[in-house]
């Protein structure tokens, strides 16, 4: 593996993303794409790159939160089993890119500008499960927008928990780790030829962002408070929200 000095920097750019997106169960895809499309990685490159990282971390991560027990499998049941489909059918469809993504990334905007307002009081009060069906048809949506952007989903996923009550702060950053693990799990099955792109520089990218994500789930677990998580998923889902309406 030749290693030159863009690719150290690349790697210290993917494990400050890495450290932000973990610290609230998000794997980082989105910002993964962003840092190797910015230093001209070729597309094909890229995709399966993100991908494996998504795994990577997405894998780790779960694993964090789920031991520290801010996790609850009945909430994300429904979820997956709505959300794997059609993530599959998001994936396949070529829908006028400009369209969706003008919409998307509104969304994701207005969401992040809630958890800074007072709408965001609301988390983590009268937490209570979701009905089978209501979370099943939320999860079909969500895996079709994730389809759709090529992302694990985890942006959409945690503002709905969190403003529907289905779950506390920390809890939820555990359902959206292991979700967006699913999701890129099945990502990579769809796509399986696109490992032979897959760069020489990757164990190194993997190494960057796994320490990324120990001190990014270390943050979100040990240190950030409920109101530290809250500000911080802001900021991951307002970055998500620009990449989609400046792409």
Known sequence: MHIET?????????????????????????????????????TPVIKPTALVLNICIATFTSWRFIKKGYFDFKVLKPIAIGAIPFAFLGGYINAPSHVYKAIVGVILIISAISLLTKASERIDSNIHHPSFLLAMISGAMIGFLAGLTGTGG???????????????TRETSGIAAVFILLNSLFGLAGNYASIQNLPSQLPLFVIATMIGAIIGTTLGIKIYSTETIKRVLASVLFIAGLKLLLT
């Open 6 to 42: 863009v690719d150290f920097v690349i790697s210290l750019c993917l494990l400050l993303g890495a450290v932000l997106y973990t610290s609230v169960g998000h794997a980082g895809a989105s910002v993964y794409i962003a840092i190797l499309t910015l230093f001209g990685i070729a």
């Open 154 to 168: 985890g942006i959409f996923l945690s503002p709905l928990i969190l403003f529907l009550g289905w779950s506390t």
